[in-house]
């Protein structure tokens, strides 16, 4: 049996997962599949590379356990059974945040995951679901090398002055600034350009990762130089369900005025703000888009085209203008409407749009005139797990000779 490496991204209650060709040094999925309801209600769900669903299965979870110990066993099993035993050489997971130790990927000890673990307080809604399946792995496969591979690791090229928050030093000194997150996605756009567009990459590229989570970052010579999100994810633009940036007294205001507690403020902000908290409907976009002839959905809609065009304003200031715009992620890769209304607003860039190209989905979306030039590029944050654990095992075998 050829050897393999399985990739986890790990959400709050699903873990995207895909299987990769050890052997080869280039990218070639060999399945891909989602654990949801964990903690819950898990299910198990795993396509071939056509996007045919090859394993559905589902069960109750066992309340004594911990919530990760079972999928991550039925994974393991269900590979096993198709692949042989032993066929996984290594896993990488996508670790939301890295802290300002880490900004490479690592081999995981036991030593390095209780530090990863105390990271919790950066990320607490991200970070146990990132280092959940790791414990329940180190349980049972403890010989089976683990890498940890960092969203914020990519920005660690920003300048001081991009990291910096303006509270007193003291806060500086204990982590507190401004990190930037979807850094394995921004990754992989970057690798990307530089293999298939080499001419684009060196110049002032701005890359709008709109998903669920949504951030930009501007790209220097493929480098990060700036990014919308800063110490947490709640950060930067309007999101699904997140309130993108916000005026800190409003959360004094939450506070001291309607005696919200820390933690009814961090749900609010996290799970019932954004796109779902101002239509009041739906964080799905095309939810949104069936309902828009609702006033409140109407708002919500073209708030999150406002403040889009309002981040990617800052992000052009550290670039210092824009040749290049890529959308990405689940609603920049599927979303036509979204990129023509913002698009529009940022015009004045020097953006002529195509809206046929657009409607169709091409890969480029902006007229042969057009000074800036308009990409939609595919997400593959796992393609990025996957170079990462090959690097970190290939310097492994290096140091051993």
Avoid at 58 to 80: C, G, I, K, Y
Avoid at 129 to 152: E, H, K, N, W, Y
Avoid at 184 to 213: D, Q, T, W
Wanted: glycine residues 8%; proline residues 6%.
């Amino acid at each position: 049996m050829a050897q393999t490496i399985l990739t986890l991204n790990a959400g709050s209650s699903s873990i995207k997962f895909a299987l990769f060709d050890a052997e080869k040094r280039e990218p070639h999925r060999l399945l891909s599949g989602e654990l949801e309801g964990i903690g819950e209600r898990p299910h198990l769900r795993v396509k071939d590379t056509e996007g045919k669903v090859i394993a559905d299965e589902n069960w109750e979870h066992n309340q004594s356990q911990d919530p990760h110990d079972e999928p991550m066993a039925a994974v393991m099993r269900w590979l096993a059974s198709h692949y042989g035993k032993g066929t996984v050489q290594a896993i990488g997971h996508r670790i939301v945040h890295g802290g300002p130790k880490y900004h490479q990927p690592v081999k995981v000890t036991p030593e390095i995951y209780d530090e990863l673990a105390a990271l919790t307080p950066f990320a607490p809604l991200h970070q146990p679901s990132c280092v959940g399946p790791i414990r329940a792995i180190m349980r049972q496969r403890p010989d089976l090398p683990q890498i940890a591979c960092f969203d914020t690791a990519f920005h660690y090229t920003m300048p001081p002055i991009a990291h910096r928050i303006a509270v007193p030093n003291s806060y500086d000194r204990k982590g507190v600034r401004r990190y930037g997150f979807h850094g394995l996605s921004y990754e992989h756009i970057a690798r990307r350009l530089k293999r298939e567009r080499p001419e684009l990459l060196g110049g002032r590229v701005l890359v709008a990762h709109v998903g669920n989570g949504a951030s930009l970052c501007a790209l220097r010579d493929g480098k990060s130089i700036a990014t919308t999100m800063g110490f947490s994810v709640l950060d930067g633009m309007m999101m699904g369900t997140r309130c993108g940036h916000l005026d800190p007294g409003v959360l004094l205001y939450m506070l001291k005025e309607e005696h919200l507690s820390p933690d009814e403020v961090e749900n609010l902000l996290y799970h019932h703000a954004g796109l779902l908290g101002v239509s009041g409907v739906s964080s799905d976009m095309r939810e949104l888009r069936q309902q828009s002839d609702k006033p409140d959905v109407a708002m919500a809609l073209e708030l999150f085209s406002y403040r889009f065009a309002e981040q990617a304003g800052a992000m052009v200031m550290a670039l210092g203008g824009l040749d290049t715009l890529i959308f990405t992620a689940g609603i920049g890769e599927h979303d036509a409407a979204f990129r023509q209304e913002s698009c529009n607003r940022l015009a004045w860039m020097g953006i002529a749009f195509d809206e046929a190209a657009n409607k169709a989905h091409a890969p480029i979306i902006s007229k042969p005139e057009s000074r800036v030039t308009v990409l939609v590029v595919p997400a593959d944050e796992e393609a990025s797990i996957f170079q990462h654990v090959q690097s970190v095992l290939t310097q492994g075998d290096e140091n051993e000779r």
